[in-house]
C-alpha cells in the first residue's frame, strides 16, 4: 500500500474485471457489453470506445428520427438543445439543460473523435473508463422522452 491507498498493475486491473465481469456487466449498458466487451478483452481498445459513442449517435438518431446525414455533434446539440431540443428535459432548469448539452456534445466530441480520425494510443483502463461514460449517457438517452 501507498499514501494514496493500494495500488496495482494494469494487467492485475484486467485479470480482475475478466473474472469478476459481473460487476461491470451488469452496471454497463447492455448494447455497451455486446459491442466493446470483446473489443476491450481482445485489447482492441480503440474500436471499442468508437463503438460505445456510436452507439450514442445511433440511438439519438432513431429516437428522434433524424436524417442519416445529421450525425456526430451536431446530432446530439439539435437532440439536447436546451431550447427546443426533441430529447431535452424542460423540467430541468435552463442551466442545467445547458450543461447537459455540452457534457454530452463535448463527451462525444473529446472521447469518439479522436478514435475515429487518429491513431490512439489507449489502455485498458482509459478504454474502460471511457466506455462507461458512454453507457451512462446512453442510459440517459434511452430515458428521454421524446418533445413533440
Same mark, same amino acid.
Given at each position: 500500500?501507498?499514501?494514496?491507498?493500494?495500488?496495482?498493475?494494469? @494487467?492485475?486491473?484486467? @485479470?480482475?474485471?475478466?473474472?469478476?465481469?459481473?460487476?461491470?456487466?451488469?452496471?454497463?449498458?447492455?448494447? *455497451?457489453?455486446? &459491442?466493446?466487451?470483446?473489443?476491450?478483452?481482445?485489447?482492441?481498445?480503440?474500436?471499442?470506445? !468508437?463503438?460505445?459513442? &456510436?452507439?450514442? $449517435?445511433?440511438?439519438?438518431?432513431? &429516437?428522434?428520427?433524424?436524417?442519416?446525414e445529421?450525425?456526430?455533434?451536431?446530432? *446530439?446539440?439539435?437532440?439536447?438543445?436546451?431550447?427546443?431540443?426533441?430529447?431535452?428535459?424542460?423540467?430541468?432548469?435552463?442551466? $442545467? @439543460?445547458?450543461?447537459?448539452?455540452?457534457?454530452?456534445?463535448?463527451?462525444?466530441g473529446?472521447? &469518439?473523435?479522436?478514435?475515429?480520425?487518429?491513431?490512439v494510443?489507449?489502455?485498458?483502463?482509459?478504454?474502460?473508463? @471511457?466506455?462507461?461514460?458512454?453507457?451512462? !449517457?446512453?442510459?440517459?438517452? $434511452?430515458?428521454?422522452? !421524446?418533445? $413533440?
Amino acid at each position: 500500500p501507498t499514501k494514496r491507498g493500494f495500488r496495482f498493475p494494469e @494487467r492485475e486491473f484486467e @485479470r480482475v474485471i475478466k473474472k469478476y465481469a459481473l460487476m461491470p456487466e451488469t452496471y454497463v449498458h447492455p448494447l *455497451i457489453v455486446k &459491442k466493446c466487451f470483446t473489443l476491450l478483452n481482445d485489447a482492441q481498445y480503440e474500436s471499442a470506445v !468508437l463503438q460505445a459513442f &456510436k452507439s450514442i $449517435e445511433t440511438n439519438i438518431r432513431k &429516437k428522434i428520427k433524424a436524417p442519416s446525414e445529421l450525425v456526430g455533434v451536431k446530432l *446530439i446539440r439539435k437532440a439536447f438543445n436546451p431550447d427546443n431540443g426533441s430529447l431535452t428535459d424542460h423540467a430541468l432548469p435552463q442551466a $442545467e @439543460r445547458e450543461a447537459f448539452c455540452n457534457y454530452i456534445a463535448g463527451a462525444f466530441g473529446y472521447y &469518439k473523435n479522436p478514435c475515429s480520425h487518429r491513431d490512439v494510443d489507449m489502455d485498458f483502463i482509459s478504454a474502460f473508463e @471511457r466506455i462507461v461514460v458512454a453507457s451512462d !449517457l446512453l442510459k440517459v438517452i $434511452e430515458e428521454s422522452k !421524446l418533445n $413533440e
